[in-house]
């Protein structure tokens, strides 16, 4: 369907209420599905496809879908391991190029992988030689997995997710682990200091029991030359000290799960691990970790790799869901209109973007029978400043790109012709200028054409020429319009002078209805068909004539009068 720039800014910002409700970058491109199209079958089969998805939406899967990252399986390099193959199958190793190939082994690599049986047999495959590169984006997007399971829980499916998140468990102890490496050296220096402070209580009630009495009986030894008793008095606290530092190293011992001494003896106060044997337990658990998370990597994949395809259906099931489910939230209240012949029709259109509007029905064509209406394709709508005119233009527009987009219509009930084209030209407020007006005019030519089914919607374009002038060419556009039976609304306060010109048009008006308690307009946004709708400079006197006094008073007094007569 073709809309002409004006018809296309409705277009993008009803996009944009959508867009802006979707939470998931990846569900946007469904958007792109839903452009305006006249193709009528098409029309139907988004309807259909949106009829039934749309009614699967339920409210919990707003946080549920919010939560859902992609889980991509990028290819990588692996510089830890060398794969040791024969001649025979070195180029097809090398093209892989997942790692390093020989065919012998070689030092400097952490994980020897081998067809030939040099470390761990390995068949040349990438499941096979780099597990991990399934396994880690499955392992970091848990929380994906998670949601996954609980959409599909919700919607009451089976997810594969579910599997793959109990099969993920055996990973757990690897991943601790690794998580501990991280943080190796504030571990080991956080046990190092509470080491140390036992120690010093330890020296501390040491030299307590050193005072007194006790020290009197130290020197009397001293002097006769017991020094054994001495000794063993202080290897006491050595002993002391050693079992400390062994309590300690157990401790690191069972939670690193490796038996290593790594507290220096040589000095007992204060206790240290060296920096470097620090760095020798990293790089010896490093290679440990690795091995473990490869071999259990390899043992996860084999069990879930026939599950991998159907999780990524899944993640795009979940794109697809939360676009709908923006669709859903956008749409909440409209109505899906029925496709039909002759024009446009709604029942209680409220327009997108005024707040608490009041629900206005209106016809073009002969789409449905309305009380003062006879099928007319061309109207002329007139009425009271700030009315509403300009605004039941958009809702129209808005009605008509709805429905040739698929979707629901914000109505009550709407029954919609397939067009080709949409115009909406606006009011151009800004310059009224030669340079205006011609290319307004052009661009009205313009939009008659071509052939097909178009709707042309025009908004007060006397605006931009004198109203003489205006009479003459909307009158003479209006009846090309109608020869080539377009559909046509413009907004014109020229009523009673086009609609003696045009017999054919229906003249439409939206009235003020009165003044309230504050002397306010009251508008009813409904236009009377076939009624030439009255302005307000009437009721803005009466409002005058009210709050006025005196001479004043009694000018607008006579004005009302004037009017009344
Ligand atoms: N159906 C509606 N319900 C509630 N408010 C509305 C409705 N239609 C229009 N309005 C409000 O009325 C005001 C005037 O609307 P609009 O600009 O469409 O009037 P208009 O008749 O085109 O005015 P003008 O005579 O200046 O061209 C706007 O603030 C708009 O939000």
Not at 264 to 272: A, F, G, H, I, K
Not at 296 to 318: M, T
Not at 364 to 382: F, K, P, Q, S
């Amino acid at each position: 369907m073709k809309l002409n720039s004006e018809a296309r800014a409705i277009y993008k910002s009803i996009r944009e209420e959508i867009k802006k409700r979707i939470q998931l970058k990846e569900s946007l491109a469904y958007l792109d599905n839903f452009t305006p199209t006249n193709d009528k079958e098409e029309i139907l089969k988004r309807q259909n496809y949106l009829k039934e998805s749309l009614s699967k939406i339920q409210p919990g899967l707003k946080e549920l879908l919010g939560r859902v990252k992609p889980i991509r399986f990028k290819k990588d390099y692996f510089h830890d391991r060398l794969l040791v193959v024969d001649e025979t199958e070195f180029e097809k190793a090398k093209n892989l190029e997942i790692c390093d190939v020989a065919l012998e082994p070689e030092d400097g690599y952490d994980l020897i992988l081998s067809t030939i049986g040099y470390g761990i047999d390995v068949g040349i495959s990438i499941s096979e030689i780099a597990p991990e590169l399934y396994i880690l984006p499955l392992w970091e997007n848990k929380e994906t997995l998670k949601a996954l399971s609980n959409i599909k829980a919700l919607l009451g499916e089976k997810s594969v997710a579910n599997e793959i998140l109990t099969k993920l468990k055996e990973l757990t102890p690897t991943m601790k682990k690794k998580e501990l490496l991280i943080n190796l050296d504030e571990i080991i220096r956080e046990e190092e200091n509470n080491l140390n402070a036992r120690i010093e209580e330890r020296l501390k009630e040491f030299s307590l029991t050193l005072s007194g009495k006790e020290l009197l009986e130290f020197l009397k030894r001293l002097k006769d030359g017991n020094y054994e008793t001495i000794f063993s008095h202080f290897s006491q606290i050595e002993d002391d000290i050693l079992r400390e530092i062994r309590r300690s190293e157990e401790k690191l011992n069972k939670l690193l799960e490796i038996d290593v001494e790594l507290f220096s003896r040589e000095t007992l106060y204060p206790v240290e691990v060296p920096s470097d044997a620090i760095e020798v337990l990293r790089h010896e658990l490093e290679r440990e970790i690795k091995l473990e998370l490869y071999l259990k990597s390899r043992e996860i994949l084999k069990k879930i790799r026939p599950l991998i395809p159907k999780l990524r259906e899944e993640l795009k099931k979940a794109y697809e869901l939360e676009f709908l489910r923006a669709v859903k939230e956008f749409t909440q209240g409209f109505t899906f209109p029925t496709i039909a012949e002759g024009g446009i029709g709604f029942i209680n259109g409220e327009h997108l973007f005024i707040k608490n509007p009041q629900p206005v029905s209106y016809i073009i064509g002969d789409v449905i029978e309305l009380d003062g209406t006879n099928g007319e394709r061309v109207i002329i709508l007139t009425g009271a400043n700030s009315g509403g005119k300009t605004s039941l233009l958009e809702l129209i527009a808005q009605v008509t790109i709805l429905t040739h987009m698929g979707l629901p219509v914000n109505a009550e009930k709407a029954w919609v012709e397939v067009l080709d084209e949409l115009f909406f030209f606006r009011r151009k407020r800004s310059s009224y200028g030669a340079g205006t007006f011609e290319t307004v005019l052009k661009s009205f030519a313009h939009s008659l054409i071509r052939e097909g089914k178009k709707l042309i919607l025009i908004d007060e374009f006397e605006a931009i020429t004198e109203p003489g002038a205006a009479v003459k060419i909307i009158g003479e556009l209006l009846k090309i319009g109608h020869e080539k039976s377009f559909y046509i609304v413009i907004v014109s306060h020229l009523g009673e002078d086009l609609k003696s010109m045009l017999p054919f048009a229906r003249v439409d008006g939206i009235e003020a209805k009165g003044l309230d308690e504050n002397l306010n307009l009251i508008v009813d946004r409904q236009p009377k068909f076939g009624i030439l709708g009255k302005s307000t400079p009437e009721l803005i006197v009466e409002k005058l004539y009210h709050t006025k006094r005196g001479q004043e008073k009694e000018i607008f007094r006579r004005i009302l009068k004037a009017f009344k007569e």
